[in-house]
Nanobody
Framework: QVHVVESGGRLVQTGDSLRLSCAAS????????MGWFRRSPGKEREFVAA????????AYKDTLSERFTISRDGTKNTVYLQMTGLKPDDTAVYYC?????????????????WGQGTQVTVSS
């Protein structure tokens, strides 16, 4: 079993920056590929960004790549999502997933474990 916990979500204003954190613990697998998704009210969960195991491989939703950056803390199972220039459209619950397989995951089905989510609200 893998336990995933997101943190860092809060109410911010348009143009602000915010960093989300995601920690995974559990199984004797040192490093998981991990990803961030988000779900806005009335919408499906959508891909935001993903990061591979240990070679810096990353991927982004194309409309977010200039404002969002995913990174991980060395070989720890902790990833971050740095968000800049936040807009009201970024308001959503942000979820972090851990993937037991190799390679990046682009859809929710690619991930094996999820956290409970952290709410990000951007006021206009």
């Amino acid at each position: 079993q893998v336990h995933v916990v997101e943190s860092g979500g809060r109410l911010v204003q348009t143009g602000d920056s915010l960093r989300l954190s995601c920690a995974a613990s559990g199984r004797a697998v040192s490093v998981y590929p991990m990803g961030w998704f988000r779900r806005s009210p009335g919408k499906e969960r959508e891909f935001v960004a993903a990061i591979g195991r240990s070679f810096g491989e990353t991927a982004y939703k194309d409309t977010l790549s200039e404002r969002f950056t995913i990174s991980r803390d060395g070989t720890k199972n902790t990833v971050y999502l740095q968000m800049t220039g936040l807009k009201p459209d970024d308001t959503a619950v942000y979820y972090c997933g851990a993937r037991l397989g190799y390679g990046l995951g682009w859809t929710p089905a690619d991930y094996d474990y999820w956290g409970q989510g952290t709410q990000v609200t951007v006021s206009s």
